[in-house]
């Protein structure tokens, strides 16, 4: 009995699946999972109460933060208005051109303060002495201050000092005896007395619409159970979003809590309350949290813990009955996963489906073998196919090598042939143009050795092929090019253009007629066009379709169309469109031959567009 215990407990035994599941499950109890249950429901609760009241207090904190910038507004705008006041008012000049401009200017720096800082109204009350005191749009008679919400008792309470003030249902503007809609403001006001005076000089109001404040207040929390309200230091409620609110008391035993606690959170009733003072009012700014929000919020937790519970727990009493078949039916998936497997899927791009596992494990069961054998076929295959890849890389471009090696000794042929021409007409000078031309041409050639070029030269490799070609014609063509800004520092395959450009012009010139040969650069995307259009004879549409579908298919026949297949073969290694080259037949004569390959440039800092 006691061998047969230690054989089923030894790693061996237990590096199988069956014996691994069926551990599993002693190790995991319904009854501690229960118990962790439980414990999670209290722990959970606790936690989330205190995580959401701290979320709402930093909340609070910001929106604390957003009233304060916004009263600071308003005190720097109070003193910028003491400023004008005095220099208006208390210096007012002697003469009336001087009060008038003074005056202007004023007006001017109180519209201008108003609009950067977007408040609702600045309004000035003066005396009646006062020249413009009757102005009615920004300056008001001191007997009117009444319809801005300030009785005389409060004004001669509050003198000298910034005040602040919530005003209800006043009217916009301040304009006596017209109707207009009203608003609630809350006003930065300050009354002036000189020292020793029973006369007020004047006062002003700085004014915001309490709905800004309320929006503030009310944007501040992302659910709507949430509320936000400002409070004066008497526990007069400044802003709420319920209206009928404004003006009342807090209730008192509420308001003693607040005003004589700290910043922590507390309960009143059935809700949470989070207190933050604005040291700029001397206002309370409250955030007033439900219980039943902090109850809703934590119950989706709870919810989410116990379903797992339950979840695991039946998971656990599962596993345990199907063990077995489950341990087999994973294998028999595995393996019929991995004998379905097409290959050819991947016959033109390296296998990337890899099985995870570690191969330094000590003990290994059905899988992780199964796993390492398919992860060692497929690296052999993906080796192949790199080698193979590469093998052919090398084939193309030696291919494309001797194609090139082919076609400039067959220029060169051409070349000659028409010097000789030219010697045996006994146009001398146009073979001696022709020598120097065709000197310079190779001379190109052999110092750019590269594939690739800029089009730059390759435009200057063209030309002097034109010129050679124009020369031996005894100018029977001309030519024109046209480039936009900045393309030729791009890059293109070496000597392209010569093979199409012969073709229009053995092909093209009908021996009566001269021709005109367009050489277009373009950029469409992120590819670059060349355009090569002649007003020669031209192709049939037959012979055209011909050569397209050709090209299309990649099978043109070397010995008809050798120019055309060399240069669209080195095209297509560097173009995006298959086929890289095509060719239209124009209306009513000639030929179009358009060129496409991909924005290639050597070094990105050669220029700047």
């Known amino acids: 009995m006691i061998s047969h215990l230690l054989q089923k407990f030894s790693p061996k035994v237990f590096s199988s699946f069956r014996s691994k599941l069926l551990l599993s499950f002693f190790f995991m109890s319904i009854v501690p999972l229960l118990l962790l249950g439980v414990l999670s429901y209290v722990l959970s609760y606790n936690i989330a109460k205190n995580k959401l009241l701290d979320s709402v207090s930093y909340s609070n904190n910001q929106l604390n933060e957003i009233l304060t910038n916004r009263f600071n507004q308003m005190e720097n705008a109070s003193n910028m208005m003491q400023y004008y006041m005095y220099t208006l008012i208390l210096q007012s000049p002697s003469s009336l051109p001087e009060q008038l401009n003074t005056y202007s200017a004023v007006r001017n720096n109180i519209a201008n303060l108003k609009n950067s800082f977007q408040f609702a109204n600045i309004s000035v009350y003066t005396n009646e002495d006062f020249l413009f005191s009757h102005e009615g749009i920004t300056f008001f008679n001191i007997k009117d201050i009444k319809t801005h919400g300030i009785s005389n008792q409060e004004m001669h309470k509050n003198i000298n000092h910034l005040n602040w003030h919530l005003s209800k249902k006043i009217k916009e503007p301040f304009i006596v005896h017209q109707t207009y809609k009203k608003n609630n403001y809350i006003s930065a006001y300050i009354v002036f ?77 059935n809700k949470q309350y989070i207190v933050k003072y604005n040291h700029v009012t001397n206002w309370y700014v409250i955030t007033e949290v439900p219980n039943k929000y902090i109850v809703s919020n934590t ?65 290994k069961d059905e899988f992780d073998d199964l796993a390492i054998v398919f992860n060692k076929m497929t690296n052999k295959i993906n080796a192949n196919f790199q080698s193979l890849l590469e093998f052919k890389i090398q084939e193309e471009k030696m291919r494309f090598q001797l194609e090139q ?34 000197a310079k041409f190779y001379r190109m050639l052999l110092k750019k050795g590269d594939e690739l070029i800029s089009i730059k030269d390759e435009v200057e490799i063209a030309t002097l092929y034109l010129e050679m070609e124009k020369l031996n014609r005894n100018h029977s063509f001309t030519w024109h090019i046209s480039k936009e800004a900045g393309i030729e520092h791009f890059l293109i395959p070496k ?9 229009c012009i053995h092909h093209g010139i009908d021996h009566t007629d001269e021709i005109t040969i367009q050489i277009s650069f373009f950029y469409r995307e992120d590819n670059i066009f060349i355009t090569i259009d002649d007003n020669g004879k031209g192709i049939s549409a037959a012979t055209c379709k011909k050569i397209n579908d050709a090209l299309t298919n990649n099978n043109v026949k070397t010995k008809q169309h050798f120019g055309l297949i060399n240069v669209n073969k080195r095209l297509s290694m560097f173009s995006e469109h298959q086929p890289a080259l095509q060719i239209a037949k124009r209306d009513p004569s000639g030929t179009s031959v358009t060129l496409c390959l991909q924005q290639i440039i050597l070094d990105e800092d050669l220029f700047d567009f």
């Not at 379905?340 to 489906?353: E, G, V």
């Not at 070349?415 to 073979?431: H, N, P």
Request: with cysteine.
């Open 193 to 269: 007395k000189k020292q020793n005076s029973s006369q007020i000089d004047y006062a002003f109001f700085i004014d915001i619409k309490e709905s800004e404040i309320n929006k503030i207040l009310q944007d501040s929390s992302s659910d709507s159970s949430i509320s936000s309200f400002l409070i004066d230091e008497n526990g007069l409620i400044i802003s709420h979003r319920n209206e009928s609110l404004l003006s009342k008391k807090l209730e008192k035993n509420l308001f003693l809590k607040i005003k004589t606690g700290t910043e922590e959170p507390f309960k009143w009733k």
């Open 495 to 503: 000597f392209v253009l010569q093979p199409i450009l012969e073709n």
């Open 299 to 363: 119950f989706i937790l709870v919810s989410i813990l116990l379903a797992t519970v339950i979840f695991v727990v039946i998971v656990s009493i599962l596993s345990s009955l199907f063990t077995s078949n489950e341990l087999s039916k994973k294998i028999r998936q595995l393996a019929s996963i991995m004998t379905s497997l097409s290959f050819n899927d991947y016959k033109d791009k390296p296998i990337a489906l890899k099985l995870p596992i570690n191969e330094n494990k000590k003990y």
């Open 405 to 438: 090696s082919k076609i400039n000794p067959h220029f060169l042929y051409n070349m000659l042939d028409s010097i000789k021409t030219c010697q045996t007409l006994g146009r001398l000078e146009d073979a001696n143009n022709m020598i120097i031309r065709l």
